[in-house]
């Protein structure tokens, strides 16, 4: 059986897998209350101006975060909020070069300004199949997030529905796949097969991410 390995604040532990080691999750508050849904609902619509918008959805349809990402902004990174007010951060996304094919992408809590996590994309492997590692708080070795089904099919026939799968020590806790719809875009975040492996809000600040870079490449 698996050691639990979950992302978040790490305390270094004995691993059964090679490149992983044991970790603590974050303890959330009530105000991430919305998160914590075995089922998300992810929507972008066609098109928007000056910026790409993302609206999370609870399994009740209700708004529990939504990201408008600038088009135009020397430094990529972009900030998710509990709502279209922009009134309440909840996650900074920012990535740490300014230039570079492989970059990585520091997760941080608005509230705590403590970093839940960070992403790192590998820009020739993407050209394929999206690939991202996870690294935990620490820069360790986590997880990878990584496109399934026919990829490279995807890049010349953009119709194609996407899937991804979340992995953590090997291990699955979360799916991401596209539903088809008529004016938007739409794609479910399932955490059913979490069980605590991997810190919810990172989970949708990656899947956001993700998603974001997915349509800067449709739309060049």
């Known amino acids: 059986m698996l050691p639990v390995v979950k992302l978040g604040e790490a305390k270094p532990v004995e691993s059964q897998q090679v490149g992983y080691r044991e970790q603590a999750m974050v303890r959330q508050s009530d105000a991430w209350s919305g ?49 279209e007010s922009e009134q309440r951060p909840l996650l900074l996304i920012k990535a740490r070069e300014f230039i570079g094919i492989n970059h990585s992408y520091d997760v941080t809590d608005c509230a705590t300004q403590q970093r839940v996590g960070t992403i790192r994309s590998f820009g020739i492997r993407s050209i394929v199949r999206d690939t991202y590692e ?38 699955p ?42 349509a800067a490449r449709e739309q060049r």
């Open 35 to 83: 998160f914590h849904h075995r089922l998300l609902t992810v929507r972008r619509p066609w098109f928007s101006l000056l910026g790409r918008r993302m609206y999370v959805h609870a399994p009740d349809g209700s708004l529990v975060a939504f990201v408008k990402k600038p088009i135009f902004k020397l430094k990529d990174e972009f900030t998710i909020y509990a709502d």
């Open 134 to 171: 996870l690294l935990d708080e620490r820069g360790q070795p986590a997880g990878v997030f990584e496109e399934q089904g026919h990829s490279l099919l995807r890049r010349f026939i953009p119709l194609l529905l996407g899937e991804w799968q979340i992995s953590v020590q090997g291990a």
């Open 173 to 214: 806790v979360g799916r991401v796949e596209q539903v088809w719809r008529w004016f938007s875009y739409e794609f479910t975040l399932d955490l059913s097969m979490n069980q605590q492996r991997i810190d919810p809000r990172f989970a949708v600040a990656l899947t956001v991410f993700a998603l974001l870079r997915e």
